[in-house]
């Protein structure tokens, strides 16, 4: 795991964040150790309003702490491609008639 941090994204106990990549893009990445956030940690979904970001970011941490509840602390994932939303279906849908 890199030891790189992701610049604009503050520590704390979400697994969820918002990092601002340019002024008007906001990705929501998921952290992979906890109190630490990293440049490898994945991008979930991206937006062009930090509010709508922060709002998502939100409703994950909110799920995760659900799965924590349920099946311990951090081994279920909140996010996952139905989650993320259809962002992540139309590129999967991309990939497949490429490959077609």
Do not use: C
């Not at 979904?45 to 509840?69: I, P």
Request: proline share 5%.
């Amino acid at each position: 795991m890199s030891s790189r941090k992701v610049p604009g994204a503050a520590p704390d106990e979400n697994r969820y964040y918002v990092h601002r990549q340019a002024p008007t893009r906001f990705l929501v990445r998921e952290r992979q150790q906890v109190g630490e956030v990293g440049i490898d940690d994945p991008i979930i979904r991206s937006f062009h309003e930090r509010e709508t970001a922060h709002t998502y970011a939100g409703d994950m941490n909110k799920r995760q702490r659900d799965l924590d509840g349920r099946y311990g602390h951090w081994v279920q994932h909140a996010a996952t491609p139905e989650s993320a939303g259809a962002e992540n279906e139309s590129s999967a849908e991309s990939s497949e008639n490429a490959q077609e």
